[in-house]
């Protein structure tokens, strides 16, 4: 199971960035996805997950700024970040928990200046 997780970068307060997932080893379709963060000296926070119909759900302060969003075509996970906030600042992680185990994305940086 391999989850390669690019998109991030440095934007300023207010701007947007699209997170992308690549999955592969897995039925893609027919499992839960979802996005986690850690920014430093902080746990690791669920921030949105997705399930295999598409139903959603969000950490509370993400909510209505967030969006993600599957396509089971291209194996492929998103995350849509608008309105980010310096406090977005985080490493960001896709995850799969499922029967082939625990896996985790290797991570990409967001980073919003303020």
């Known amino acids: 199971v391999q989850l390669q997780a690019s998109g991030g970068g440095l934007v300023q307060a207010g701007g947007s960035l699209r997170l992308s997932c690549k999955v592969s080893?897995?039925?893609?379709?027919?499992?839960?996805m979802d996005w986690y963060r850690q920014a430093p000296g902080n746990q690791r926070d669920f921030v949105a997950g997705i399930s295999s119909n598409g139903t959603t759900n969000y950490q509370d302060s993400v909510k209505d700024r967030f969006t993600i969003s599957r396509d089971n075509v291209r194996n492929t996970m998103y995350l849509q970040m608008n309105s980010l906030r310096p406090e977005d600042t985080a490493v960001y992680y896709c995850h799969y928990s499922g029967g082939f185990g625990n896996y985790w994305g290797q991570g990409t940086q967001v980073t919003v200046s303020s």
């Open positions: 080893g897995i039925n893609f379709r027919l499992n839960y």
